[in-house]
């Protein structure tokens, strides 16, 4: 067996075989996805697919884009803003 063909046997080997295992991470990410969205409610679920636009222009705290803003979050439970 000459060395390119011994070298192209050990690279193919080396690139096949089992997948590795699943990080501690990944499966902890997965679980706290799973436990979060068992606590959600249907609505709350359909509210995180709903992304408002709100521009980034200057408004005082009590302007009534302030306050429905807080209400997408904290009443709406909307998913981000565009």
């Not at 679980?31 to 679920?45: D, F, G, I, P």
């Amino acid at each position: 067996m000459s060395w390119s063909s011994l070298l192209l046997f050990a690279t193919v080997s080396a690139c096949v075989g089992a997948p590795p295992p699943a990080s501690t991470q990944v499966q902890s990410d997965a679980n706290w996805t799973l436990a979060t969205l068992a606590r959600m409610s249907v609505r709350e679920k359909a509210a995180q697919m709903v992304w408002p636009t709100i521009w980034g222009d200057y408004v005082a705290d009590d302007a009534t884009q302030w306050v429905r803003a807080r209400q997408y979050i904290t009443k709406e439970k909307v998913g981000g803003f565009t």
